[in-house]
């Protein structure tokens, strides 16, 4: 298929996937809305399901963030990070790329209905191309995912040891 055609489909899937997205939202009630609040949201989760096609035959493709291929390479190396607000700043930017970080006693409530909705939108796109799973392996796709998902990993377990790190120095600094 050609280019166009994918995106023309993105671009479909966008605009029907957004008011499904919308309603598959997980929240932490405890905490206030980010910039862009709900629809925000909705509108990047449509985005992301709605350009799969296009990442799953090559022509697109996620870039590791620069901090997530400095975790990859040694997720427990201090340095550089002498100082509490080193280490603090080095987590704060690994929450900028990876979300916020776990909470302890914070409640999350799902919405059934919107994740029913989010998982039919998938669906429905990645059934697009034919042997999605073989085309996603020849054009590098699935070895690009591997590759991100190793880098997220490893920025988890970077966060989590600065962290620590932090704790255990009986630093004050804020993330």
Same mark, same amino acid.
């Given at each position: 298929m050609s280019r166009k055609i994918f995106v023309m489909v993105g671009t479909i899937a966008v605009l029907l996937g957004a008011p499904l997205a919308a309603s598959a939202q997980v929240k932490p009630p405890s905490t206030p809305d980010e910039p862009g609040g709900r629809w925000g949201e909705a509108k990047k989760k449509a985005t992301e399901i709605g350009s799969q096609p296009v990442?799953?035959? *090559?022509?697109?493709? &996620?870039? =590791?963030?620069? =901090? +997530?291929?400095?975790?990859?390479?040694?997720? /427990?190396?201090?340095? *550089? +990070?002498? %100082?509490?607000?080193?280490?603090?700043?080095?987590? %704060?930017? +690994?929450?900028? !790329?990876?979300?916020?970080?776990?909470?302890?006693?914070?409640? /999350? #409530?799902?919405?059934?209905?919107?994740?029913?909705? #989010?998982? *039919?939108?998938? %669906?429905?796109?990645?059934?697009? =191309?034919?042997? &999605? *799973? +073989? !085309?996603?392996? !020849?054009t590098g796709a699935a070895p690009n995912d591997r590759r991100m998902n190793a880098a997220v990993d490893a920025g988890l377990a970077r966060r989590g040891f600065l962290r620590g790190v932090h704790l255990k120095q009986g630093c004050k600094t804020k993330f």
């Open positions: 990442r799953d035959v *090559g022509m697109s493709k &996620r870039e =590791i963030p620069p =901090i +997530l291929e400095k975790a990859y390479a040694d997720p /427990y190396s201090l340095k *550089g +990070l002498k %100082t509490c607000k080193a280490i603090a700043s080095e987590v %704060t930017t +690994l929450n900028g !790329v990876l979300g916020p970080d776990y909470v302890v006693g914070n409640s /999350y #409530e799902e919405n059934r209905a919107g994740k029913l909705a #989010e998982a *039919g939108g998938k %669906t429905i796109i990645n059934s697009i =191309i034919p042997f &999605r *799973g +073989l !085309v996603r392996e !020849v």
